[in-house]
């Protein structure tokens, strides 16, 4: 099982970015694909999640409204859009996989739960 990260890089403040989790070895249907970051000197967070298979979203409350996960068909993954690039948005993104079973995921930023990871992608915010 592979989850490739990308997409990240150096944006300036009020920017857009697309990340994106490119997903292998699994049968993408079967699992939620969480983004979590972590800033230096920070508790990693999750951010977003989906579950694939029926495209129901999860976010933080923190981020609601400028973020945005959906699949990514073409790179069988997952995408993440983040809108009006905050400073608060500079972190190390992870991708994340947890096996899925069609209820609603009352955990979904629970790190614990998650059973694959791909390496993280650097999102640096200038102002």
């Known amino acids: 099982v592979q989850l490739q990260a990308s997409g990240g890089g150096v944006a300036h403040a009020g920017d857009s970015l697309r990340l994106s989790c490119a997903a292998s070895?699994?049968?993408?249907?079967?699992?939620?694909i969480g983004w979590f970051r972590q800033a230096p000197g920070k508790e990693r967070e999750g951010v977003a999640c989906?579950?694939?298979?029926?495209?129901?979203?999860y976010y933080a409350d923190s981020v609601k409204g400028r973020l945005t996960i959906s699949g990514d068909y073409v790179k069988v993954g997952v995408k993440l859009d983040i809108q009006n690039l905050q400073p608060e948005d500079a972190a190390v993104y992870y991708c994340?996989?947890?096996?899925?079973?069609?209820?609603?995921?009352?955990?979904?930023?629970?790190?614990?739960?998650?059973?694959?990871w791909g390496q993280g992608t650097q999102v640096t915010v200038s102002s």
């Open positions: 994340a996989a947890r096996t899925y079973d069609g209820r609603y995921i009352h955990t979904a930023f629970d790190s614990k739960d998650y059973t694959y």
């Open positions: 989906i579950s694939v298979s029926d495209g129901i979203t």
């Open positions: 070895g699994i049968l993408l249907t079967d699992y939620a």
